[in-house]
C-alpha cells in the first residue's frame, strides 16, 4: 500500500502526467478525485497545513469562480477563501501530492519527486 495521495483531476494535463510519474517510480498513489469526492473544511486545512500554504495561494485565479467571486478581494479571511475552495473545487490548485506530513504542488510535475525518498 502507497504512502502517497494525489489530489487529481483526470482532464488535468499536470495532473495526468504527476500521476504518471508516480506511478513510473513504483508510488502508486491513492487517487483522490476533489471535483468528485466530499471536501471539508478540516481536510483542506489538513492540505494547506502539509504544504505549508495560506488558502489565497492554492487558488486558480483564472478560473470564472474567482472572478464573479471577487476572490482577489483582500478583506476575505482564510476560512473565506477555504469555504469557496469547498463550494467550487476547481478553484484548487492541482495537482497535490501528498506524503505523511508533507505536501507538494505538482506544477511542474517534477515537484513530486521531492517527496520520494
Known amino acids: 500500500m502507497s504512502n502517497f495521495i494525489i489530489y487529481h483531476n483526470p482532464r488535468c494535463s499536470k495532473s495526468r502526467q504527476t500521476l504518471d510519474l508516480l506511478n513510473e517510480k513504483g508510488c502508486e498513489p491513492k487517487i483522490f478525485l476533489y471535483l468528485e469526492e466530499e471536501l ?6 489538513g492540505v494547506l497545513q502539509k504544504l505549508n500554504m495560506e488558502p489565497r495561494g492554492l487558488l486558480r485565479k483564472g478560473e470564472e469562480e474567482y472572478k464573479k467571486n471577487n476572490l482577489s478581494n483582500d478583506k476575505l479571511n482564510n476560512e473565506d477563501l477555504i469555504n469557496f475552495m469547498i463550494k467550487y473545487p476547481k478553484l484548487i490548485e ?4 501528498i506524503k505523511e506530513n508533507k505536501a ?6 517534477e515537484n513530486a519527486l521531492k517527496l520520494i525518498s
Do not use: Q
Open 40 to 45: 471539508t473544511s478540516e481536510n483542506l486545512k
Open 94 to 97: 492541482r495537482p497535490i501530492v
Open 104 to 109: 507538494v504542488l505538482g506544477r511542474p510535475p
